[in-house]
């Protein structure tokens, strides 16, 4: 008997926690997010769908088409029911406190119609977005009548605009920022009288260069019938507690569909993740959800952090201060968690709240430990809290070790404690260049002190031996040999190509140890250069590659201009083409070493420096070229530059001659290997 009690005690227990926390098993989506690559990790739920409750589970009857959906900092839920023309108000035990949809205007009854937003202003002043009425309605939190703004009447305002209000926020300063639909000039602004002064935070027009060439082709009456070129309407808002706007776009092809304005109507949207706040990154083209996310809401939480939602999958992604993703979750369907047609996202609390029009429901999620680990992580790094941030961005990283953003998170913990080095290795962990180049700054600051003296001895030592090199160089001055000549011509270029021409100085052996000295260089810059500046720290490298990248285009150009300058009477021979070409890399060949040095002891703001050398070896190497094709052909200025030119299409006739070629050889393999297996499947029979 008293086993029998401690089993039901157990089973009791079992049963309470099923109830209070939600399970993986619940969710009808699997967490991911998105590498540095770009590619999809798998990722822990860091949040999973609590309860749904539709209207009449809330008390207050179905919910028609609700639009909008407003909570405040102590818990009060307002939902615009659009269909049913009300606002219901629930409290944050999702009980029904009041629903507002009459009320007395100046001793007359009056009523919302099709109300498609709503705010609360000090948890006293409810503003309603009356879209059927085209007015802004300010009420008591009770519902009393306070004030009505109408359409606004204003000469900067196009004669064909109609006031569609649909979405508002009210400021500290009593402002409001209003988005009508339709109105593609930016957010309306009112004075804390009603009075319009405005609009704010106009999205940039965006072009599509082919679409602009044809309308240059086209008749007048052509282009009045093609579709205006005209700025993405906003289609909703939310502001923080420091009275920035955030604003979502709908277009899909943007890298800013989520804004963060200020007063002045300037986008502050930090966006220094791996990829910008857009949602998902892959796009995929099948199905029925086909092309990128499409935001239809945005909600500000605690510190910088924000949830947008995608109205074409059903995904919430939740970004940090500095735009870098934390956690996506959500998506369509009909079971729990999942959603016919969201409309809206709030936060209550840690929990986040979306609003479903498609079946009139709230679904609530709550956070799982993973997503509480990170949220709070983010929190504490905001406020300077390190040994807690660490310690959350650790246990987080234990339930995902593909938990890049983790890194940062420690990085910048320990940036600010000191440890220079822990730092560097956790931003490079991360893959975050700019707070590496932070950490490396002061580590390379803190070391050139501790060595001072060292670094003085071996400047000193560098000096000297520069000094005796020079003057062993003048001792031995005469007739340049075969490494002196590439010397020699790189600063002297005109004697220095007729020589290797006319004097035979040049060796076609020389050319190809250089080609190949060049591919080696290329694939040590890949490996040993310092990680702010390279771009592709893959570790993956092959000197086959690097020859295929290099030799290639060397004998492509090589063979190319020596085919074209035949017919157009150039004197050079194919060797000395060769010969004069390899030459010309001598500047890229020296620079490399250099490169590799600097890029392992500059930081991203002396970046300027490393960038001014390489593009000065490139130049360098083109202005060799050209002395040397024009030495070698002996070709005018013109003749030269019309030629160089002429090479390299004749490259691109090359390169598409050969991927034809590849092509058609594939083909004929395939057809030839159907016909093997068609014979040999008859002779088996």
């Given amino acids: 008997m008293k086993r029998m009690r401690w089993l039901l005690l157990l089973l009791l227990s079992l049963a309470a926690m099923a109830e209070t926390a939600p399970s993986a098993a619940a969710a009808p989506y699997r967490g991911y997010n998105y590498s540095f690559w770009g590619d999809v990790t798998p990722a822990p739920n860091a949040y999973l769908p609590s309860f749904q409750l539709d209207g009449d589970r809330l008390g207050a009857g179905p919910l028609q088409s609700p639009e909008d959906l407003f909570i405040t900092p102590a818990g009060m839920i ?117 009075k319009f002064t405005g609009f704010i935070g106009t999205n940039k027009v965006t072009f599509n260069p082919i679409d602009m060439f044809w309308r240059r082709l086209m008749t007048e009456e052509q282009r009045s019938k093609m579709a205006l070129n005209i700025p993405e309407e906003f289609n909703n808002v939310d502001i923080d507690a420091e009275g920035f706007i955030y604003t979502t776009t709908a277009e899909g092809f943007t890298d800013e569909p989520v804004k963060r304005l200020n007063p002045s109507g300037v986008d502050v949207l930090k966006r220094d993740g791996y990829f ?83 079946i009139g429901s709230l679904v609530i999620f709550e956070p799982t430990r993973y997503g ?66 932070r950490a490396f700054e002061r580590y390379r600051k803190d070391w050139m002190w501790q060595n001072f003296s060292f670094i003085a001895t071996a400047l000193l030592v560098i000096a000297a031996l520069l000094l005796v090199g020079r003057r062993l160089v003048r001792h031995r001055a005469g007739e340049p040999g075969t490494v002196g000549m590439a010397w020699y011509t790189i600063f002297h270029p005109f004697k220095g190509f007729w020589d290797l021409k006319y004097e035979r100085k040049g060796k076609i052996r020389f050319t190809l140890a250089l080609l190949v000295l060049l591919s080696v260089l290329f694939l040590l810059k890949q490996q040993l250069s310092g990680f702010i500046f390279n771009p592709d720290v893959t570790f993956e490298a092959s000197i086959i590659d690097e020859l295929k990248f290099i030799v290639l285009p060397f004998f492509l150009w090589c063979i190319a201009n020596w085919s074209l300058t035949t017919l157009m009477d150039g004197e050079g021979k194919f060797g000395e083409i060769v010969v004069a070409t390899g030459y010309a890399l001598v500047p890229i060949v020296l620079a490399q070493p250099l490169l590799i040095v600097l890029s392992n002891v500059m930081t991203v703001q002396e970046g300027s420096f490393y960038y001014f050398i390489e593009s000065v070896a490139y130049g360098w190497f083109i202005g060799l070229l050209f002395v040397g094709m024009m030495t070698v052909h002996q070709y005018t200025v013109g003749k030269t530059i019309v030629t160089m030119l002429l090479t390299l299409v004749v490259i691109g006739i090359f390169v598409f001659l050969g991927l034809l070629v590849f092509s058609l050889a594939q083909q004929m393999l395939s057809f030839g290997m159907t016909i093997y297996k068609e014979i040999s499947f008859r002779i088996g029979e």
């Fill in 276 to 358: 910008p706040p857009k949602g998902d990154i892959w796009i995929t083209f099948n199905g029925t959800r086909i092309g990128p996310s499409s935001m239809i809401a945005v909600a500000v939480d605690r510190n910088g952090i924000y949830s947008i939602l995608d109205g074409k999958r059903g995904r919430v992604f939740t970004y940090d201060r500095d735009g870098k993703l934390m956690y996506a979750f959500g998506q369509l369907g009909e079971q729990l968690g999942g959603f016919r047609t969201p409309s809206d996202i709030a936060m209550l609390g840690e929990k986040v709240v979306v609003l479903d029009k498609g």
């Fill in 78 to 194: 307002y939902i615009a029911d659009t269909r049913n023309n009300r606002i219901v108000v629930f409290n944050d035990e999702f009980n029904l406190v009041r629903v507002i949809d009459k009320f007395d205007h100046n001793g007359k009854e009056d009523a919302l119609a099709e109300p498609h937003g709503v705010f609360v202003k000090d948890d006293s002043r409810l503003f309603v977005a009356d879209t059927g009425n085209a007015r802004i309605v300010e009420l008591t939190t009770e519902g009393a009548f306070v004030r009505e703004i109408g359409a606004p009447d204003s000469d900067v305002l196009r004669s064909s605009l109609r006031y569609v209000p649909v979405k508002l926020v009210v400021d500290s300063a009593n402002r409001m920022y209003v988005v009508s639909k339709g109105v593609f000039d930016g957010i309306m602004q009112f004075d804390s009288g009603g």
């Fill in 372 to 437: 509480r680990m990170i949220r709070n992580a983010v929190i504490y790094t905001d406020n300077g809290e390190e040994e807690k941030a660490v310690a959350a961005w650790k246990e987080a990283q234990k339930l995902n070790s593909n938990l890049e953003i983790a890194y940062l998170g420690i990085g910048k913990a320990e940036l600010r404690q000191g440890s220079n080095r822990e730092a560097m290795d956790s931003f490079f962990n991360g893959m975050h260049r700019e707070y590496y180049s």
